[in-house]
């Protein structure tokens, strides 16, 4: 469903110029419940803006479905956004009105897009656990209740892709479960593709795929060991998901800093292959400790 491809965005102020993503790869298959982890600043949120198109790609490929967010005009956009795709933020309850019912705050984008609903907003409601707290203003629900509010009204366009940037960010650990389960439900049930953008680790531990972003483009991949994982891991660990590098097409890698500082690698590395491995050394002569282990990475990109 989605497809990028060294998708680059670069922010221009006056003075300078802030290159978010550099040359990002993903593919994300329809109906896939998947998460996207990565430092502050990496540009997990960037990534999910445009997307969302709230924001403009520079320069690559990024396909959501039949859409080329790179070349969409601004009236296909509005489109876009309105059609396919639904959006949740970590303080999604500020954009909702406090004295309106929970029922009434998922009718409204309904009626101001003009497919009021009432069925459908009530069902919203059920989905997400809320059927009993339907009519009560939102400043009589609690913080985790609200956001489940947020997630009804993500859903009440129909979406077939569903935006997550920390969805569990300010609610306490059982609402996060909570949450987490509802996405896994919508995945299942209407089949819904949701992308995650979190900083949760517990969360990532708990779906099938997390992508991790680094300087602007994807580094790594985890895959769950076994895929029926759903929501039972404990933690985000190498015995449940197993690591993979990511290479793009033509072939870079990002080697992480950590392995990178162990052997003092600084700007040039040596690289071997032997039949079955490539790796990578400091280079003769400017390493510190030549005896250092070598970094191995298979040619399928497996990190070991
Ligand atoms: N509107 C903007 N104008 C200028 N620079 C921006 C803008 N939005 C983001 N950036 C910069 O782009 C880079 C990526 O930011 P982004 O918000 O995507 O990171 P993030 O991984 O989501 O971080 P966090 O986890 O802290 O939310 C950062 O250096 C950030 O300062």
Not at 10 to 20: G, Q, R, S
Not at 81 to 105: C, D, P
Not at 121 to 134: D, F, N, P
């Amino acid at each position: 469903m989605i497809t990028c491809e060294g998708l680059v965005k670069i922010y221009k102020t006056d003075e300078i110029e802030v290159v978010a993503l550099q040359g990002l790869n993903i593919q994300i298959d329809a109906g896939e419940l998947m998460a996207i982890i990565g430092n502050s600043g990496s540009g997990k949120s960037t990534f999910l803006n445009i997307l969302g198109g709230l924001d403009r790609p520079s320069a690559g490929q990024v396909k959501v479905g039949d859409w080329d967010l790179l070349k969409i005009t601004d009236k296909q956009l509005v489109d876009y956004k309105r059609h396919t795709v639904g959006f949740i933020w970590q303080n999604n309850a500020r954009n909702l009105v406090s004295y309106l019912t929970a029922l009434e705050n998922v009718e409204m984008p309904m009626m101001l897009s003009g497919k009021y609903d009432p069925a459908y907003a009530k069902q919203l409601l059920e989905w997400v656990g809320l059927s009993h707290r339907m009519n009560n203003k939102l400043q009589e629900l609690s913080g985790g209740e609200q956001q489940r509010v947020a997630i009804a009204i993500s859903l009440a366009n129909r979406p077939r892709l569903l935006l997550a940037d920390e969805p569990t960010g300010s609610v306490d650990t059982k609402t996060a479960d909570m949450i987490l389960s509802i996405f896994q439900r919508l995945n299942k049930e209407l089949g819904v593709t949701i992308v995650i953008v979190t900083h949760d680790l517990s969360m990532a531990g708990k779906v099938g795929r997390v992508v991790a972003i680094r300087d602007g483009m994807t580094s790594s991949e985890f895959i769950a060991r076994n895929p029926s994982i759903d929501g039972t891991a404990t933690g985000f660990t190498s015995e449940d998901h197993e690591e993979y590098v990511v290479l793009d097409r033509a072939g870079r890698l990002q080697v992480p800093k950590a392995y990178l500082t162990a052997l003092q690698i600084d700007g040039k590395a040596s690289m071997e292959f032997d039949g079955e491995k490539i790796m990578i050394k400091a280079p003769k002569g400017l390493a510190a400790d030549e005896d250092a282990a070598p970094i191995t990475s298979t040619v399928g990109g497996k990190a070991k």
